[in-house]
């Protein structure tokens, strides 16, 4: 097959929905780098101002702009990775022009080393191979989860596999016998927040989008986890990408939305295949699309990787990004509720938001509410890392005390160590001190300490 040529490559992209990061990719993907010729073609065949344009790809730190570009390696010096090897194996490709970058999302199996669209894991440089993403391990407790809940079945990433445990079966109920308002009733009773930090209620931020006026309204997956030591996101992206493809969808009927992006971190390329597969699956079995279950429902999912930012994590750099901007915050009010995507109204929720969205669309809300524990409602998936003896991913219910996930669940601490300290929403969030440790996985409990 021939090389594109410029030109060919803008000329795929020029009318397709937020085309300025696929495009970029595509002359990255081709040369290895984006050089000033392909910035001045982009420019001119997006109509975007040249120095606007430069601004925005030397932004993203995942844009080379010379060779040997993206084929020279990236070595995750992210602080679990710096513990285990990270800047020794940085030190020993050095030669191959290795670069250092931030947390890669892999603490649960380190160190993660980007090459190309390949990450390959290892604690040395000789020893670096392809490995699939670990399972989130079953917590030991027996207490049911909700995110978790299939993620481990046999073949639970292809359509077939999800099927087989129920899933779309809380999209096809909300199409065929439910109003819109009765689907956004639901996640409101479920007392359901966001997972991603604020914790604003979803239900709210359905019914708020449903009742504003503008269109075309559109739902975004905020998958651009890039928080150091959060690796949830990509656990369920990997194991589960239907779920978030139906909640997606569950979102467009609530609240007329037609068009949808998940916008994945640049350093998940196998999960981006993933989700691109699974995207695929979901239009051929109609759940996407035009007259989605034979009903006058319509909801285009589109699919963009973002290049190396982390303040695109923050919705008003993600929907700038998305727009082809700089990916700075926006000030607010007004909120993306009513001026979102191309300043029209946008939901924006979390992977694991929308994750627990589809289960609870099947199993409903009270169900979901009595997950927690001493009142509290619900769950949460929770990445551990560190001198741990058991890293990962566990779904806990809010309300379970701190020291039965460090203890019991994973095991303590490692060999000849000792937990001295606990950041508990990364390195934005504050610490407990290893003798502080006593409370319950809440927001009240973790509150009263300052963490």
Known sequence: ??????????????????????????????????????????????????ADLFGTVTFYHHFSRTA???????????PVCCLVGGNEILAALKDDGATPMPCAGRCDDFVPVLKGHQVLIGVDSDGLEAKPSPLPSPNPGGIDECVFGGIREPDRASIEGYRRSGGYEGLTRAVQEMQP???????????????????????????????????????????????PGCFKDRAILDHDPHAVIEAMTLAAYATSATRGFIYLRYEYPETFNTLAGAITEAEEAGFLGNRILDADFNFH????????????GEEGSLLNSLEGKHPFPRNRPPYPVTHGYDNLPTVVNNVETL???????RRGADWYRNLGMNGHAGTKVISLSGDIQKPGNY??????????LLYDWAGGAREGRSIQAVTMAGLSGGFLAGDDLNVTLDEPSIGKVGA
């Open 1 to 50: 097959m021939a090389t594109p040529t410029n030109q060919e490559l803008i000329e795929c992209w020029r009318n397709e929905p937020a085309p300025l990061l696929p495009l970029l990719h595509a002359f990255h993907d081709r040369d290895g780098f984006i050089s000033e010729e392909a910035l001045r073609d982009i420019a001119v065949g997006l109509r975007i101002p040249l």
């Open 68 to 78: 040997p570009g993206q084929s020279a390696p990236r070595v995750c010096t992210g």
């Open 181 to 227: 308002t009765e689907v956004v009733e639901v996640i409101t009773e479920s007392k359901l927040a966001g997972r991603g930090g604020a914790g604003f209620p979803t239900g709210l931020k359905w019914q708020a989008v449903a009742e504003a006026s503008g269109n075309p309204k559109t739902i975004v997956c905020n998958a651009d986890e890039g928080e």
């Open 301 to 312: 999912l589109y699919l963009r990787r973002g290049a190396g930012a982390y303040i695109c």
């Open 355 to 361: 994750a627990a969205a589809a289960q609870i669309m």
């Open 395 to 404: 779904e806990v219910p809010f309300g379970l005390p701190l020291p039965t």
